[in-house]
DNA sequence: CCCAAACTACGAAACTGTTCGTAATTTGAC
DNA sequence: GTCAAATTACGAACAGTTTCGTAGTTTGGG
């Protein structure tokens, strides 16, 4: 039950609990545990324990005003994200934004839709920078 | 000393030392001691240690022809940083690509030059697709 | 040849993340 | 009110990572 201001970086397993979570709104651990077992085996008390943990992490907040306890993210989708990409970029490209988007670029098909996106994202910054 | 053909992702103490050999190029364990206490603490034997393992996992090949062995990284920074990329846009980005550079961008500020040079990896990619 | 310094090997402890079994609690149906 | 089903709480096992102490080995200088 201790928790202060900084929020952990999720771990793998958490992360996972975490898509769900923004991808459904408040769930509660049986939510969870059905769309995770789509994907991965991952038994029910397992998921339970997860959320108790990260409900004490601070990584989500829980309504238990109900039988079953209803779980929400902390952090959004956006903000966890980032996290995760910056620690990535210090951790293994010498802090080298460019040499990240580059590689990412480079090792997955991208769609026209998406690089044209990219590419107004750039505009963007460009014309910021001027 | 069991080695098989998958070489697995490098942990986070790991990639730090992968950091430095990719940078020296071929190293002691003296020599990646010195460049690591630069930055975070850890001790001789630790380092040691940690080289041993990764041995074991093939993650670096070492040169025991010398009193002090000479360790090298397997495989090259690209394809390891391809490999972490990929690894956290399956992870945390449900396979975006789009998603991942975008945050990227957003969340460092980009030099010109790089954002020129991405632009330009961008008109590859699109003609490529035509 | 002998010793000190540098090095490698190895085991074990501390820590974190993940898993799940079991016990206790709550709730609704009857 | 009682019971079964669903739920939460908790502890413990297990695996992987990181740390370092200690012991043994090698080497060069004297």
């Known amino acids: 039950m201790a928790r202060d201001k900084t929020i952990p970086r999720p771990t793998q397993a958490e992360t996972a609990i975490l898509q769900v979570l923004w991808q459904r709104g408040p769930s509660t651990v049986r939510d969870i545990h059905e ?3 789509g994907e991965r085996t991952m038994g029910y008390t397992t998921v339970l324990k997860l959320l108790q943990i990260m409900y004490d992490k601070g990584l989500v907040r829980r309504d238990e005003s109900r039988r079953s306890h209803l779980y929400q993210a ?3 989708q956006r903000r966890t994200q980032q996290q ?4 990535l970029l210090d951790r ?3 802090g080298s934004m460019r040499n990240l988007v580059m590689h990412a670029l480079s090792s997955r098909k991208t769609s026209r839709a998406d690089l044209a ?3 107004g994202l750039l505009d963007e910054l460009e014309e910021k920078q001027r």
Chains 1, 2 share one sequence.
């Open 117 to 119: 996106e990219i590419r």
């Open 84 to 87: 995760l990409v910056t620690d």
């Open 35 to 37: 769309v995770l077992n």
């Open 74 to 76: 902390v952090s959004s």
């Open 92 to 94: 293994a490209f010498g």
